[in-house]
Nanobody, 126 residues
Framework: HVQLVESGGGSVAAGGSLKLTCLGSRTYCDMRMSWYRQAPGKEREFVAAFASDGSTQYAASIKGRFTISQESNGRTSYLQLDGLEPEDTAIYYC??????????????????????WGQGTQVTVS
């Protein structure tokens, strides 16, 4: 089981910046990180992610303003939020999808096809 903890949220004025961090617990699984957000009264929506080939993907609404990155160990992901707008106000969640290239059945069973979410961090833009 993988645990994710987000931090870095807060309240900022329009045009400001924040850097969100998602720290994953130690695991022998490979982790592919992504970020989502949920505004009040709206459904959770995709924000940014690393694709399986390592490239980055962004929602059209935030492209050019937000940047996803990660540590080389793959356990820590960052989301840099620049040029924040009131419409960016939401709870931001990180998600990881785990997998493994290990031939061990136990590793495959514990890693492949699993998905975990953090508890979220609030971002408020006024």
């Amino acid at each position: 089981h993988v645990q994710l903890v987000e931090s870095g949220g807060g309240s900022v004025a329009a045009g400001g910046s924040l850097k969100l961090t998602c720290l994953g617990s130690r695991t022998y699984c490979d982790m592919r990180m992504s970020w989502y957000r949920q505004a009040p009264g709206k459904e959770r929506e995709f924000v940014a992610a690393f694709a399986s080939d390592g490239s980055t993907q962004y929602a059209a609404s935030i492209k050019g303003r937000f940047t996803i990155s990660q540590e080389s160990n793959g356990r820590t992901s960052y989301l840099q939020l620049d040029g924040l707008e009131p419409e960016d106000t939401a709870i931001y969640y990180c998600k990881t999808e785990t997998s493994t290239t290990s031939p061990t059945y136990q590793h495959k069973r514990r890693c492949n096809g699993k998905e975990y979410w953090g508890q979220g961090t609030q971002v408020t833009v006024s």
